[in-house]
C-alpha cells in the first residue's frame, strides 16, 4: 500500500489543515514510510501471543471496596447555600 500526493492533500482536507505543495511531497514519503513499517509488522507470525496492556507484566493492587461518605461531609457541604442531614438541599423542581 501506498500513498500519493492527491492522497495527502485528501486527508489534509478531511483533517482540516493546510499542508502546502512541499509540504506535501514530505508527507508523502513519511506515510509511506510509516505503512511500510505496518506492513512489517503484519509479516510477523503472532499466532498464541496473548494481547498486552504494558510490555512489564503487572497486576494493579486492588483496595477494598468500602462505600463510606468520605468522613468529611461537614466540609463537602459548608459551602452550599443550603444543606439538610449531610446533603445538598436543592428547590423542589418537579411536581
Same mark, same amino acid.
Given at each position: 500500500?501506498?500513498?500519493?500526493?492527491?492522497? %495527502?492533500?485528501? *486527508? #489534509?482536507?478531511?483533517?482540516?489543515?493546510?499542508?502546502? +505543495?512541499?509540504?506535501? &511531497?514530505?508527507? =508523502?514519503? &513519511?506515510?509511506?514510510?510509516?505503512?511500510?513499517? *505496518?506492513?512489517?509488522?503484519? +509479516?510477523?507470525?503472532?499466532?498464541?501471543?496473548?494481547?498486552?496492556?504494558?510490555?512489564? +507484566?503487572?497486576?494493579?493492587?486492588?483496595?477494598?471496596? %468500602?462505600?463510606?461518605?468520605?468522613?468529611?461531609?461537614?466540609?463537602? =457541604?459548608?459551602?452550599?447555600?443550603?444543606?439538610?442531614?449531610?446533603?445538598? #438541599?436543592?428547590?423542589?423542581?418537579?411536581?
Amino acid at each position: 500500500m501506498s500513498v500519493d500526493k492527491n492522497t %495527502v492533500a485528501k *486527508i #489534509a482536507r478531511l483533517a482540516r489543515i493546510r499542508v502546502d +505543495e512541499k509540504q506535501q &511531497e514530505e508527507l =508523502t514519503g &513519511e506515510l509511506n514510510q510509516i505503512l511500510g513499517w *505496518i506492513e512489517q509488522l503484519s +509479516e510477523l507470525d503472532t499466532e498464541g501471543v496473548e494481547p498486552m496492556t504494558s510490555v512489564v +507484566e503487572m497486576t494493579q493492587p486492588l483496595r477494598e471496596d %468500602v462505600v463510606n461518605d468520605g468522613y468529611y461531609v461537614d466540609r463537602v =457541604t459548608k459551602n452550599a447555600p443550603e444543606s439538610a442531614h449531610g446533603f445538598f #438541599a436543592v428547590p423542589k423542581v418537579v411536581e
